[in-house]
């Protein structure tokens, strides 16, 4: 079973922050939290990843809590097109293939 | 770089019948990965290789084999085609233990 929590379903107004929370309790010292996008019928979309520090690309930032126990992707100006499914993952393991195990995830809908 | 492809991107196979799934990619990546995704469900992860010769089951490994003679192809066997499999199957690849590239899935109905 996935080792993390999101919420099913989340809507944002285009041109605002989106921020999408992802609770990880059991994470162990040595796991990273993985976000990965699907936008309808397509393959994922690999995001961000960290390990305890807060971390930002051209796509997103992730914000890390100081326990590890939750974290939060931020899509600083949501777009139509970021609407789609965000899986929040925890890497399961060290040196066993980058095995990701996908949950649920959020469905983002960004609205006009 | 074309990627990630997959071939074919749909399928209709009868119960009972065989066929491969190819996956190919042209980073020289060492790890490749496959998932199958059922209708609103997240992924699960069927096999992976961390490199040519080398496999693993991953969650959901049962009436699926796979090889990997070389660092570019990474092909899905499915033997007695189940309608439980039917699924859009996704292929993957990573550099190591970092991000993993997706293909466009192929899309599998066993009727």
């Known amino acids: 079973d996935a080792k993390t929590t999101q919420p099913p379903s989340m809507d944002c107004a285009e041109g605002r922050a989106a921020n999408l929370p992802c609770n990880h309790s059991?994470?162990?010292?040595?796991?990273?939290v993985y976000w990965y996008r699907q936008i309808h019928s397509q393959g994922p979309q690999y995001i961000i990843h960290g390990l305890k520090n807060n971390e930002t690309n051209e796509m997103a930032s992730l914000i890390i809590t100081e326990d590890r126990k939750s974290s939060t992707l931020i899509l600083p100006h949501a777009t139509l097109r970021d609407t789609a499914v965000y899986y929040c993952i925890v890497r399961v393991g060290n040196n066993q293939g980058g095995k990701l195990i996908f949950g649920q995830g959020t469905e983002l809908s960004v609205k006009p | 770089n074309a990627g990630v492809t997959q071939t074919p991107k749909f399928r209709i196979l009868k119960i009972g019948q065989s066929m491969t799934l190819q996956c190919a990619q042209d980073m020289n990546h060492n790890y490749m990965y496959w998932y199958r995704q059922d209708p609103g469900m997240g992924l699960k992860l069927i096999y992976y290789?961390?490199?040519?010769?080398?496999?693993d089951k991953g969650e959901v490994p049962n009436g699926y084999n796979v090889s990997r003679s070389t660092t570019e192809d990474f092909p899905l066997r499915l033997e007695l085609a189940a309608p439980s499999q039917t699924s859009v199957y996704f292929c993957?690849?990573?550099?190591?233990?970092?991000?993993?590239?997706f293909g466009p899935g192929t899309r599998l109905t066993v009727t």
């Open positions: 290789s961390v490199g040519a010769g080398i496999t």
């Open positions: 059991t994470i162990s010292g040595n796991e990273y």
């Open positions: 993957a690849s990573s550099p190591r233990d970092h991000e993993q590239y």
